[in-house]
């Protein structure tokens, strides 16, 4: 009951203020997100060029970076918008989509965490343990393209151990998802096995945080509210999914009609 009234306040907050989520983002998940930015509520942006980026950070309410497809400028474009956010106080969400899948992915992962430790940090199990790794916080896993090969459970322990060094928040998702703030770690059980037939969920579920991250100050609940929105969502989406197609329409539908 306590986390419905929190995720209640939290997506009337959303569709209230229709904050402005900033995202440097890949190229395969760009509609998505910004139309399940909109059915929630906020108001997306995608804007990647350096030229443009400290500015569009000062006009947002949360920065959502995500390392998907990945290219030098893009690089550039996301180190200058996270130091920006760190300076003014904008909440961070980083995806470090395919950590542990090559060396550059591992070696930009960080060099942007470096610049500024994010206020979330989101993405699957082989992730998060890469993530940790490139601070010397246990052993890498090796990630199949951008696809996972440890399961969530698996990778808690890293999660709490990279949560610690960046005073960050870290979201391992997966059938269960983990939500680690410092030792605390939240669980999320709600969601469908359809979501994994349909491209760009977890990164939606990124830019999702970056929503609830612009209204709440707690960035531990503004991530599980944020999972529980887009597990339950997923579970009603199932219901009127005939396959993958129709539950990506099912999927928006459920975000713009949600009530807790």
Sequence with gaps: MKQNESLRRDVAAIRTQAPLVHNITNFVVMNNTANALLAVGASPVMAHAVEEVEEMVRLAGALVVNVGTLSPEWVCGMERAMHTAREVGVPI?????????TAYRNVTNERLLNVAAPTIIRGNGSEIQAVAAGFGLGSTARTKGVDSTAGSEAAVAAACALSERLGAVV???????????????????????LMTRVTGMGCTATAVCGAFAAVNADAAEAAANAMTLMGRCGEQAALAANGPGSFQVAFLDALYRFEA
């Excluded at 969400?93 to 899948?101: I, M, Q, S």
């Excluded at 979201?171 to 096995?193: L, Q």
């Design 93 to 101: 969400v980083y995806d470090p989509v395919g950590a542990g899948a």
């Design 171 to 193: 979201v391992v998702s997966g059938p269960t998802d983990y939500i680690v703030s410092g030792n605390t770690v939240r669980e999320n059980s709600y969601g469908t096995p």
